[in-house]
Each structure stands twice: as structure tokens, then as C-alpha cells.
């Protein structure tokens, strides 16, 4: 008999009990465990109701999960850093074996929580960290072993991809969509952590860390959300042939990483821009392989469980094998991380300007002198305000320039308002 | 030391060789494995060429491989039955594990394979026979094994989706485009093996079974080609919001299997649509999970090679660890599987009719004798010729039924020539 041990009983916490539960028969039929859950911690203790929850099984103190003998597994589902982190570590300290959901953990203490680890033989489970449902960990670290990871285009956020998917398919506003997602339950009440790019650069920190041996720092990452998103560039993208959508992206070249979470163009024959409403997928693209895609549910209690149990069983499995190192390398490389300053990509930008002969000049003017050429223009009729927005593709151009280019051409008497620079992922078809 | 033996140094056998040597160091810093290719066997001496091979590591005796003392894992690359079967018993008699790209033996003999493998402890990797470079094996068996599987819907043949994909977005008729396959090598001189959908049902058969742990065989799927699929089909299926793409499908429903590859309509905005030219996907409905979709590169010697090693690599580490329990459950339990006949779905249904009146009312009569309900018709203008094509989808029918109207609408002297049905594939959204 595997004992598990799971701390937090919330959504993901009540999702891996149910499977467990309900699928123990399936899963001792595929792998001969009997697997069980002997000890489950929440402070809430209303939270069990609604299961059945044998007597004794339920405390709201985490320290007796993690120091029950018959506890093999311990899973850390509360989320955080404090107290999740003290209560991993001094699970690891115990021998125990560590399944976690817990992407920000794990962003922000990679390395102690593997040293530690190691030192104790002890294996950390993540699959639920990323992409909830989608086997995509076991997919990088095991099924693409044998590849150099180029890319990593990740859609990781289903929240701000529930907004951006309104926004595009019923013309609806950022505030509109972001109001809508929290009546379905979609978006927090405070909805920070996901429409501004952190819970993606999370899950981004462990992809990159994952695929390039890197130990890169959440800082590292350059990172914007998607409230500044309007409804007019939504329509421009469409004009072009792209979708906005909150973009994770990695690459290496040249050991050199960049690693960027921002709302950016993807054309709309890629087939990530097909991943809409709640859905998360992650592209990579293997030197070997290819390009490959992961689809599917990334959040909920059922698909996350889903995950923390695929690393239970997984665990399990080699437990009884006696097997004692764990398969994942610490040994990180320390690599270069490119600043967003000197990245190079198309971009989309939008000037609203005076409706009058000799603008166009002016803008493409400036932007030659920064070396920006121009490689598609719309130009709308007249507006009663006298202003019409000129919007315009760029050939790929060093971010810096963009940016320079772009403050120089909004000092022109001709502008008026914000400009808007969005980036162009190609997305390395 | 893991040493490797490759039989067949054909397409795959080449790219496994390839990155295994390319990626040594790769591969050691992420595993701590140290894996060499001790011996490779191919009964074409020249295959060697253009490969930096040492000196007496080729063979043209494959038994050179089996018995080769420095081989732990024998991976078979020749395909076909025999003598792949007769090298692979061999080799697990001699305790060597085995990975195999081989779908056909895989498909045929699957029970006797597992049976022996499992009284000699011996492991049988197969990530590369189904959807090359797509990590698909390990995502159903490992990803999900907390879900009951519920629905595989797949695209697993890229010859086929490749011509499919032509007829469709450029209007070719199935010759030109089959030739144009040839031409590019992504066809073989004779094509039977894909475009009648032999290889998908193998690779189905592979999928099925481990899916619903059910022994199922080649000849319980229902298969059908696509040479019969017209682009006047084609057209009509965009009208309608569908694309034609040979999907293997496999579903359970009160402990029956359903299992089919065959030409059928998919919803233009079903995840799957998207899936063209010689790319593989697979769609899986896990009952915990949802959806998930696994997209790539089905064929090539590098995206194959690469599911080669990841197999290798998952049982190198488990040798290390002296590991002994082969993974997969080979106890499969008995299902019924239901015939074509009983199968319930939507049609879509073609007839060559006269331009007359009263002629429409004629053939839905017969349609709701047989209990065949309409929900959408088109009937296209006058032809010189005096016939046109009416095109209907049906709601869900069954099979048997649909048949059977159909003969009977055939004999109607308003009636020229064939007429067509296609299953439509909702998906499982």
C-alpha cells in the first residue's frame, strides 16, 4: 500500500481525492498499486463536507500529513509560498516524496527545493504545476528527452484567454470580459495574478527551466498583461491575419535565452491561435522533433487532480521498485538571458494622427531613422475628430528602436493620444 | 554503460542512430545515462554510407545484434511481420528488452508479445508507432492514468491527411493529389497501406488497447479508404461547416468498444479540423480531464527516431535502477465491440437526382421509413445534363438503416448513378 498525504483541500486538493477515490479499481487494474489517501490537512474544516471521508483522515493540522508513518506521498495543494514551502521542505526532510500544483513555489525556490531534494533522495512531482490537465511536463522531460528544445510557445492562462477569446469572437471590452469571467467563476475577484502575466511567467519559469537546463529567475522574464488590449487592435490583428492572445514564449539560441509573457500577434493559420475560451496549450519545438502541441483543460478540480495523480501513480510505481534517484536533473546551466531591449521581432503599431497629408511621411521617416522598415500599412478615412488611427506591420526590428522610434513620433503635433506597439509572433511554424 | 542494437537501418533506424550520437551529451547531462549503439544490423550493406560508423558495429546478421553480449536493448526498425516477430522473441529470450517502431506486428501479435515479454521481465517500448514524433504512448498511459478514457479521436496517418488536406485547399482530385504525394516521397510507389487506411487501423489497434485495456483486434476495426472521397464532397462538407479527414475513432460506452478509420466529416471548428497536410494528432477524452489533443510530426526519420529514444532512455534509467516490473498491464479484459451496422450517428448522403419536382419528397420518404430524420438539404440549380446533386445531413442514424434507404433510394428511376454517404464525427467537443 502508497499512503498519500494531501494538504489543501480545495479545488485541486478535493479533485485528486475524488480520483483517487473513484478510480482506485482503474488504476490498480493498470499498475497493481493500491493507492490511498490516509490523511488529508485543510484549515477549513467545512471543506469536507460533501465527501466521504473516512473518520481519522481528516485534521486541520498540516503537520499530521506530513509526520503520519503511513503517509509515503506527501501532496502540497495549499498554494503560496508560506506556508507551502516550510511544509515541503520539512516533508522532504521526513523521506517523503513531494507532489505540488504549487507553480509559483516552485518559480520562485527551484533550486533550494532540488537541493534539498536531492540531498534526500527525494522525488518532486509537478505535472499539475503547468497546464493543468495536459501531460505537458512528462512531455518535455521524458517524450522529448532525446531533442534540443529550440521553442516554447505556451498559452498557460485560461482565465486571460477566456477574456481574449470574448474579446475577439464578440467584439466585448477588456473590462466587459474580465466581468463576465468573474460571474462564471473564471477570473478571481482580484484578478491580478492572471491578467497581468504572473501566473503565466510562473509556469513559464518552470517550462524554460525544464527545456534548457537554465536556472532562470522569475525577474528574468519580461513580462506584460492584457488590460491594455483594445478592442480596435483585436480588429486590426483580425485585418492582418492575427490573433492577440497572451503569449509564453522561450528560446535559446546562441546560449542566449529569452523568455517573455506578453499579449501578442500570432497569425491565425498557426495552430495555437486555435486555442480558445479556458484552454491552454504549449508548442514546442524539438530539434528532432519538431514542432509539437499539447492541448487541453489547464485548470479545475478534475483535470488538475488528474495530473497530481499521474505523478502519485508514477511515484508509486517506482517506490515499489525501491527505486531511490530521482529522474530529473538539478544540474542547471548557467545561461545568458536577453534583455527585452535587444529582442528582434516584427511588430504591430498604431498612431492615432491628424487626418492630413504628410503624416505618413513624417512617421515612416523617423521610423527609418531607427533602422524599422515597414512592411504593411492601414490607413482609415476621415473621423469627425479629425484624427484617424494609422496602423502599421513592421519588418523585425530591435525592441529598443521600436520604443525609441515610437516616443520620438508621439512628440509630433500631428499625434494625439497613446500610441500602441504590439509584438508579432511568428511562432516558429 | 546501456548498450543499444539496432535491427533495420532504414529511415528511422538512421535517425535513432543519429540522435543518439548527436545528443550523447545531451542526453547524459539530463539522465546521468551513458548510452552507446553497440551494434547495428541491416542486411543492405550500403545503408552505412554517409553515416560515421565504427568499425565493427555494422552487421548484415541481425543475430549479431540479438546475441551481441554489450546489447541491452534490441530496437527493431525493419517493420513488417516477419522476420520481426522471430528476431524480437529471440531477443527477449535472451533477456534483452525491446523497443519496437513496428505498428503492424504490434497490432497482430500484441498478446503473444506481451505474454513472453512478461515471463522474461522484459519491457516492450512502442512511442514510435503511433504519431512518430508525438509523445502520445506515454500521455494515455502515464498522463491519464487516473481517467477512464471515454473517446480517442485521431488523425494518424499523414500520407492520407497530406492528400486529403491537397483535395481541400486546393481542389485537386484525389489522383493529383495522390501523385503529387508519390512525387514528394511522402507516398509510397503503392499506397494501399495508407490511403485504405491499414496503417491506421493499425496504429488505432495500439491505441484502443491501452485506452480501454481491451483485447481487441485488426479486424474488429471497421475500415474504409479514401479513394471514394470526391472534391465535389469536399465542397459540399465546407458548405455544411465540416472538413473530410480520415479519422480513426474508438469509443466506449457501457463496456462496448466502437472502433473505426474511415473517411468522415468533422466540425470545421472542432480542435482536430486544424490538423493538416502530414501532421498526426490525437484527440483523447479522459473522463477526469476532458479533452486533450497531442499534435506533431507523424513520420520522418528524426521525429520517430526521437520517440525511439525516449523509450530507450525511460528503460536505460530503469536498468540503472534495477528495475524489473515491465510498466504496462498486459491483463486485458474481454469487451464486446459493436458492429458497423449498429453504429449511430449523422450522415451525409449524396444523390445524382433528375431536376423534377416531387423528386425530394420521394427520397425523404424512404429516408423516414427507415426512421431517417433530415436536417439539412441542398439542391443545386439546373444542369444541362438534367440530373443535380441533393445533398442532405441526416440526424443520428444508424448505420444498418441509412444503408438499407440508401439501396432502396438507388432503384428510383429519378436516380443516376452512385450515391455517396459519409459518417459525420461530432468529436466529442
Known sequence: MIGIGIIGLGTVGTGTYKILKEHFALIKHRTGLHIEVVKIADIDLKRRKGLTIEKGIFTSNALDVINDRKVHIVVELIGGINPAYD???????????????????????????????????????????????????????????????????????????????????????????????????????????????????????????????????????????????????????????????????????????????????????????????????????????????????????????????SDIVDMALRMREGRKTPIISVSMVEKKIRSGEESRVPYYIRFNAQDRPGVLSKISGILAKYNISISAVIQKGRKESGHVPIVMLTHEAIEKNLKQAKREINKLPVIKGESVHIRIEEGML
Chains 1, 2 share one sequence.
Not at 109 to 135: Q, T, Y
Not at 182 to 203: C, M, N
Not at 249 to 266: C, F, G, S, Y
Not at 280 to 308: F, I, R
Open 87 to 309: 511544509y515541503i521542505l520539512s516533508a522532504i526532510k521526513q523521506g517523503k516524496w513531494i507532489v505540488t500544483a504549487n507553480k509559483a513555489l516552485l518559480a520562485e525556490k527551484w533550486d533550494k527545493l532540488f537541493n534539498v531534494a536531492a540531498r534526500h533522495n527525494c522525488e518532486i512531482g509537478f505535472e499539475a504545476s503547468v497546464c493543468g490537465g495536459i501531460p505537458v511536463i512528462r512531455a518535455i522531460r521524458e517524450g522529448l528527452v532525446g531533442n534540443r528544445i529550440l521553442y516554447i510557445l505556451g498559452i498557460l492562462n485560461g482565465t486571460s484567454n477566456y477574456i481574449l477569446s470574448r474579446m475577439t469572437d464578440e467584439g466585448m471590452s477588456f473590462n466587459d470580459a474580465l466581468q463576465e469571467a468573474q460571474r462564471l467563476g473564471i477570473a478571481e475577484q482580484d484578478p491580478t495574478l492572471d491578467i497581468e502575466g504572473i501566473d503565466a511567467v510562473h509556469k513559464l519559469c518552470i517550462l524554460t527551466r525544464l527545456a534548457f537546463h537554465s536556472p532562470i529567475k522569475v525577474n528574468d522574464i519580461i513580462r506584460d498583461g492584457i488590460s491594455r488590449i483594445e478592442p480596435i487592435d483585436i480588429g486590426f490583428a483580425k485585418e492582418f491575419g492575427y490573433k492577440i492572445k497572451l503569449l509564453a514564449v522561450a528560446k535559446e539560441r546562441n546560449d542566449t535565452i529569452e523568455a517573455r509573457v506578453e499579449p501578442a500577434m500570432l497569425p491565425v493559420d498557426h495552430p495555437m491561435s486555435n486555442v480558445n475560451g479556458v484552454y491552454n496549450a504549449t508548442y514546442v519545438v524539438g530539434d528532432m522533433t519538431g514542432p509539437n502541441l499539447y492541448y487541453g483543460k489547464g485548470a479545475g478540480a478534475e483535470p488538475t487532480g488528474s495530473a497530481v495523480v
